[in-house]
């Protein structure tokens, strides 16, 4: 059953891809450069909300859990989110630099944070929705 779940919370995840690069289009073509810099953290804050938007609304329909079925989810979104990042940037043809560079948070940019929240949401979820089973 926890594997089903599991796989199932896949494409909720999927969900999440489109989001996420309409959120990059905002912050290339309207965030930074209206609001310069500020414009990482702004898209950062944007797509978190985005995520737990789309975990909120359709987490629940995954159905009650247990608490480390929701923590196992959570890991495997993260890491299905950066394994994502770096085949984009590999087919984008970026460099090793580039592509690792928008995990430095001290130029602003919030993607590690992102992820690391990513991580969190389904639990956080499951458990502001009260879907998580005594199991």
């Known amino acids: 059953m926890q594997n089903k779940i599991i796989a199932k919370s896949f494409l909720i995840w999927l969900g999440i891809i489109p989001l996420a690069f309409i959120n990059g289009s905002l912050r290339e073509f309207v965030l930074i450069p209206n609001f310069g810099k500020i414009g990482l953290p702004i898209s950062a804050v944007i797509l978190g909300t985005m995520i737990f938007l789309m975990s909120y609304i359709f987490i629940p329909k995954l159905g009650k859990a247990s608490k480390e079925t929701f923590v196992k989810m959570g890991i ?47 639990f956080l979820t499951a458990k502001k929705r009260k879907i998580i089973s005594d199991n």
Not at 78 to 105: C, D, M, P, R
Request: charged share 5%; aromatic share 22%; no cysteine.
């Open 76 to 122: 495997y979104w993260a890491t299905a989110t950066v394994f994502f990042e770096i085949l984009i940037g590999i087919l984008g043809h970026k460099t090793a630099y580039e592509i690792f560079s928008q995990y430095n948070i001290i130029t602003g940019n919030l993607w590690t944070l992102v992820i690391l929240y990513t991580a969190f949401v389904p």
